[in-house]
């Protein structure tokens, strides 16, 4: 309970800035966010698929509903939050987490490095064009939280470090950038209500875009990063139960007036790795004490250097990126096209900001190799009886869309005789593409006057083939 509760608060003393920072690139107050991080941890705590991984305001959320809360205000956006956790709950429901099982582990391990750089990426500007004791300051607290567990790991070195760079910077009188300075903490408890926009039909047909795009990427960062805390865990979370429990706090989040939100990879980094916890009770503890933090030691909070959080989070994205995956004597035992798959992953990731957007890319990009390469796994060999009666044609591999194009050409339709035989035993047919292309070597064939039988066929090939055999073409 000791390190679950103390995670808890790393975490939550993390997440202010971070929900400050989305609030703004949102377009709306500072409280906004900062209530959204409270009610989507304290929700996903209870209702989530997979404990110690914290979820809060985000900023792939925020550059969502950005252009709706500019051009339409704070209403619509609390309307698309409520909208996007319906979405998201129906989609859950309807099994899209297994969609996951697609992502290959070069988009994978693509994913965590660009969150690993995006990560870093957000701490530069809090190193630029500040008073030369952040330097310091950084540099400080990156030692203590590297040796610090040399000490004793009771208690989490960023906690440590947080508290001693901040005792430091008071006690000194340094004049440095704080958690205050971006921007107004909340005083009071949010409290539920509904949007104030009118419910017709015009608002739906407004919102719903911006609900539906809230909702995919909310969920694809969240499973992915289910998927990449399972690895770390060695254990299983439940990826339905994480798409609907996603939902369902976005929906709570709406009510109570936040921004809505998504799991946020730093913080579960920083929860898992550093703070080691393992449970529910991390999650709900950083929902909590972010609200405590907040109302009863706002003054406190507010005078946290921003050095002490920028240093656990270079730390964090230092921890994250998976330096394995670059090491020359990786790239060199790797297939090109898994390196060329992880690099655009990584590419498109940092060039757009927008996880999901990589992550799709990545994928695309890994189904179009994998294609090209299984493409030429389809062998066509031919064996004439002695007696030049009959010629048998031995197929080998997995016949689809792609490996099976270049089927029709592999056949002596006027040099063969009259018996043909096509022996399927050692191949596989997937889809019509390939019942297609067997068609037309037997119309081929048909029309010089010669048979063809079709032999070999696995159950599954043999089921699919008597369906759709002479359908494709109307029998032409």
């Known amino acids: 309970m000791r390190t679950e509760l103390l995670s808890g608060l790393v975490v939550a003393l993390a997440l202010i800035p971070e929900a400050i920072s989305f609030s703004v690139i949102a377009g709306v107050d500072p409280r906004i966010g900062l209530f959204a991080s409270f009610t989507m941890?304290?929700?996903?705590?209870?209702?989530?698929?997979?404990?110690?991984?914290?979820?809060?305001?985000?900023?792939?959320?925020?550059?969502?509903?950005?252009?709706?809360?500019?051009?339409?205000?704070?209403?619509?956006?609390?309307?698309?939050?409520?909208?996007?956790?319906?979405?998201?709950?129906?989609?859950?429901?309807?099994?899209?987490?297994?969609?996951?099982r697609f992502v290959p582990r070069s988009v994978m391990?693509?994913?965590?490095?660009?969150?690993?750089?995006?990560?870093?990426?957000?701490?530069?500007?809090?190193?630029?064009?500040?008073?030369?004791?952040?330097?310091?300051?950084?540099?400080?607290?990156?030692?203590?939280?590297?040796?610090?567990?040399?000490?004793?790991?009771?208690?989490?070195?960023?906690?440590?470090?947080?508290?001693?760079?901040?005792?430091?910077?008071?006690?000194?009188?340094?004049?440095?950038?704080t958690v205050g300075d971006k921007g107004s903490l909340p005083s009071s408890l949010p409290v539920p209500g509904l949007p104030d926009v009118p419910f017709t039909l015009g608002t739906l047909t407004l919102i719903a875009p911006y609900a539906l795009a809230f909702a995919l990427v909310g969920l694809m960062?969240?499973?992915?990063?289910?998927?990449?805390?399972?690895?770390?865990?060695d254990t299983r979370s439940g990826k339905t139960r994480e798409s609907i429990g996603q939902g369902i706090a976005n929906i709570v989040t709406g009510l109570f007036g936040g921004m809505g939100g998504c799991a946020m990879i730093g913080q579960t980094m920083i929860n898992v790795k550093s703070g080691g916890a393992r449970t529910r009770l991390s999650t709900f503890a950083a929902g909590v004490f972010l609200m405590v933090l907040c109302i009863a030691f706002g003054p406190w909070v507010s005078k946290i250097p921003m050095a002490a959080l920028?240093?656990?989070?270079?730390?964090?994205?230092?921890?994250?990126?998976?330096?394995?995956?670059?090491?020359?004597?990786?790239?060199?035992?790797?297939?090109?096209?898994?390196?060329?798959?992880?690099?655009?992953?990584?590419?498109?990731?940092?060039?757009?900001?927008?996880?999901?957007?990589?992550?799709?890319?990545?994928?695309?990009?890994?189904?179009?190799?994998?294609?090209?390469?299984?493409?030429?796994?389809?062998?066509?060999?031919?064996c004439l009886d002695p007696d030049g009666k009959q010629v048998v044609y031995a197929v080998t591999g997995e016949l689809f869309f792609a490996s099976s194009n270049d089927l029709v050409y592999q056949f002596d339709y006027s040099g063969d005789p009259s018996d043909v035989v096509i022996d399927l035993t050692d191949a596989h047919i997937w889809d019509a593409s390939s019942v297609a292309a067997l068609d037309a070597v037997e119309n081929k064939y048909a029309a010089r006057g010669k048979k063809v039988t079709v032999v070999g066929l696995n159950k599954p090939s043999a089921e699919l083939h008597k369906t759709l055999a002479g359908q494709l073409t109307g029998g032409h």
Request: hydrophobic letters at 65%; proline letters at 5%.
């Open 109 to 177: 391990v693509g994913f965590v490095n660009a969150l690993a750089v995006l990560i870093f990426m957000a701490q530069v500007p809090e190193l630029v064009d500040v008073p030369w004791a952040v330097y310091p300051l950084v540099a400080g607290g990156l030692v203590l939280m590297v040796l610090f567990p040399r000490i004793t790991r009771v208690v989490p070195a960023p906690l440590v470090s947080i508290a001693i760079l901040t005792a430091v910077t008071l006690g000194a009188g340094l004049a440095v950038p």
């Open 221 to 233: 960062e969240s499973l992915m990063t289910a998927k990449l805390v399972d690895d770390i865990t």
């Open 41 to 100: 941890a304290v929700t996903i705590a209870v209702v989530g698929g997979r404990p110690a991984m914290i979820s809060a305001a985000t900023g792939a959320i925020a550059l969502v509903v950005a252009p709706l809360a500019r051009e339409h205000g704070l209403g619509y956006l609390i309307a698309t939050v409520i909208l996007g956790g319906l979405f998201q709950v129906v989609l859950g429901a309807l099994g899209v987490a297994r969609l996951m």
């Open 310 to 382: 920028v240093a656990v989070m270079v730390l964090v994205s230092f921890g994250t990126f998976d330096w394995h995956s670059i090491a020359p004597a990786t790239l060199r035992r790797m297939p090109y096209g898994e390196t060329i798959v992880m690099v655009t992953t990584v590419a498109v990731v940092v060039a757009t900001h927008n996880l999901a957007i990589g992550v799709v890319v990545g994928s695309i990009a890994a189904m179009v190799i994998f294609a090209r390469r299984v493409a030429h796994l389809a062998n066509v060999t031919a």
